[in-house]
């Protein structure tokens, strides 16, 4: 990891590997600044009809304009959100209002989906909404011809991820997106791309997603930003009223400061081609590394096909949080799973069969373009140490 990240992230706090960049990444100094320079230089609303408020409006435009560049997006096509959260609820919940109720009230999604969308869900069947959840295989993945299988003619949301946030299985998005049209012409397609953009090539247009959600904190910028990328000519009703910003959609001043600083970090990401060989490299070096450790075997729940830069393993006989717990004492930072889910049994493994034994001895390592192979070396070596440790803890 660079000096200068590291600094950011471990504040002198003996940090050596932070290896859960899932759940949230170190900001760029060209974020920081960027944010910096908007708040004593972009202060104005950006609604405002004056010379201040223009400046604020000429900064949210160029922010938005790079941004849009990440997901292959026309620029106005963004409306943005607080984070990634708000906009899977934004999509969800403002997509399926805007039907009329005699359009159907059917939703089809997976069943490893990111918290945010399996919460609103949960709401709108006690709307009255019939909710078809695919379950993955036991590798983790879920074919594009069951997601369409699951389509009907009263379809009128699917809702499926670009990336996994647990194991980092790739959802077939391009390959389901023909065959949910001609099973479900009236259905919007919402793709939760939070995981994937900026480190994948992601293409909402190209695609023909309707709807598409992204979060700024996961590619180096501050958390409390995110957008939605809303089709030309699909309506989503509002859910935060009282404001004519983000064309109606998505009411409140926007936060210049931290739309500035999303787009300063779109900026910096490097090529897509540089971060998948740093990230295979890195994953091959992980896997090789571990399956080398002595006197204990490491099971690899991550499908073959995962992106790289998401690493799922079990520990046999060492729950998660002990393994988190003693890895972050030794300045090594993973994760039992998401962020989201307080501590909670992941529902991504249970959904994929996983026996209880390894659901709860899962860890999550997560790289991002400043992850170096000097950071798998100190996380191998403190799993090591953990091994020995809790093992004989646990014997005792």
């Given at each position: 990891?660079?000096?200068?990240?590291?600094?950011?992230?471990?504040?002198?706090n003996g940090l050596t590997a932070y290896l859960d960049n899932s759940a949230?990444?170190?900001?760029?100094?060209?974020?920081?600044?960027?944010?910096?320079?908007?708040?004593?230089?972009?202060?104005?609303?950006?609604?405002s009809l004056h010379a201040v408020g223009d400046v604020a409006l000429g900064?949210?435009?160029?922010?938005?304009?790079?941004?849009?560049?990440?997901?292959?997006?026309?620029?106005?096509?963004?409306?943005?959100?607080?984070?990634?959260?708000?906009?899977?609820?934004?999509?969800?919940?403002?997509?399926?209002?805007?039907?009329?109720?005699?359009?159907?009230?059917?939703?089809?999604?997976?069943?490893?989906?990111?918290?945010?969308?399996?919460?609103?869900?949960?709401?709108?069947?006690?709307?009255?909404?019939?909710?078809?959840?695919?379950?993955?295989?036991?590798?983790?993945?879920?074919?594009?011809?069951?997601?369409?299988?699951?389509?009907?003619?009263?379809?009128?949301?699917?809702?499926?991820?670009?990336?996994?946030?647990?194991?980092?299985?790739?959802?077939?998005?391009?390959?389901?997106?023909?065959?949910?049209?001609?099973?479900?012409?009236?259905?919007?397609?919402?793709?939760?791309?939070?995981?994937?953009?900026?480190?994948?090539?992601?293409?909402?247009?190209?695609?023909?997603?309707?709807?598409?959600?992204?979060?700024?904190?996961?590619?180096?910028?501050?958390?409390?930003?995110?957008?939605?990328?809303?089709?030309?000519?699909?309506?989503?009703?509002?859910?935060?009223?009282?404001?004519?910003?983000?064309?109606?959609?998505?009411?409140?001043?926007?936060?210049?400061?931290?739309?500035?600083?999303?787009?300063?970090?779109?900026?910096?990401?490097?090529?897509?081609?540089?971060?998948?060989?740093?990230?295979?490299?890195?994953?091959?070096?992980?896997?090789?590394?571990?399956?080398?450790?002595?006197?204990?075997?490491?099971?690899?729940?991550?499908?073959?096909?995962?992106?790289?830069?998401?690493?799922?393993?079990?520990?046999?006989?060492?729950?998660?949080?002990?393994?988190?717990?003693?890895?972050?004492?030794?300045?090594?930072?993973?994760?039992?799973?998401?962020?989201?889910?307080?501590?909670?049994?992941?529902?991504?493994?249970?959904?994929?069969?996983?026996?209880?034994?390894?659901?709860?001895?899962?860890?999550?390592?997560?790289?991002?373009?400043?992850?170096?192979?000097?950071?798998?070396?100190?996380?191998?070596?403190?799993?090591?140490?953990?091994?020995?440790?809790?093992?004989?803890?646990?014997?005792?």
């Amino acid at each position: 990891m660079s000096g200068l990240f590291l600094l950011i992230v471990s504040g002198g706090n003996g940090l050596t590997a932070y290896l859960d960049n899932s759940a949230t990444t170190p900001v760029c100094a060209a974020a920081a600044a960027a944010a910096v320079r908007a708040m004593n230089d972009c202060w104005g609303n950006p609604s405002s009809l004056h010379a201040v408020g223009d400046v604020a409006l000429g900064e949210l435009n160029s922010a938005r304009r790079k941004i849009a560049r990440l997901i292959g997006a026309p620029p106005e096509t963004l409306v943005f959100t607080s984070g990634g959260t708000e906009a899977n609820n934004l999509a969800l919940l403002g997509g399926t209002a805007a039907y009329t109720r005699s359009a159907g009230k059917h939703i089809v999604t997976t069943a490893i989906e990111h918290a945010s969308v399996l919460a609103c869900c949960d709401r709108l069947e006690k709307l009255g909404y019939e909710v078809t959840r695919v379950a993955p295989g036991r590798d983790g993945n879920v074919p594009a011809d069951r997601i369409a299988g699951a389509c009907r003619a009263d379809t009128v949301m699917v809702s499926v991820m670009a990336v996994n946030h647990e194991t980092g299985t790739r959802l077939p998005i391009q390959e389901m997106i023909p065959a949910v049209r001609a099973a479900a012409p009236k259905a919007l397609i919402h793709c939760d791309a939070v995981q994937a953009a900026g480190k994948l090539p992601v293409f909402a247009e190209r695609w023909g997603v309707d709807l598409m959600s992204i979060s700024a904190h996961k590619l180096h910028a501050p958390k409390g930003c995110g957008a939605l990328y809303v089709k030309k000519g699909v309506r989503i009703l509002s859910q935060m009223l009282g404001g004519h910003q983000e064309r109606g959609i998505r009411g409140g001043t926007e936060s210049i400061p931290l739309i500035a600083a999303f787009g300063a970090a779109a900026e910096q990401l490097p090529s897509f081609d540089e971060q998948d060989a740093l990230y295979r490299r890195l994953n091959e070096y992980l896997r090789r590394e571990l399956a080398a450790l002595p006197n204990i075997s490491v099971a690899f729940n991550s499908p073959a096909d995962a992106a790289s830069f998401i690493c799922n393993i079990s520990v046999p006989d060492i729950k998660s949080a002990h393994a988190v717990n003693f890895l972050s004492g030794r300045g090594v930072y993973v994760s039992g799973g998401s962020a989201c889910s307080g501590g909670k049994p992941s529902a991504v493994l249970t959904a994929m069969g996983l026996p209880a034994l390894m659901v709860e001895s899962a860890l999550r390592i997560s790289f991002a373009h400043t992850t170096s192979e000097c950071e798998i070396d100190e996380l191998v070596s403190a799993l090591h140490l953990a091994t020995q440790e809790l093992l004989v803890i646990k014997r005792t």
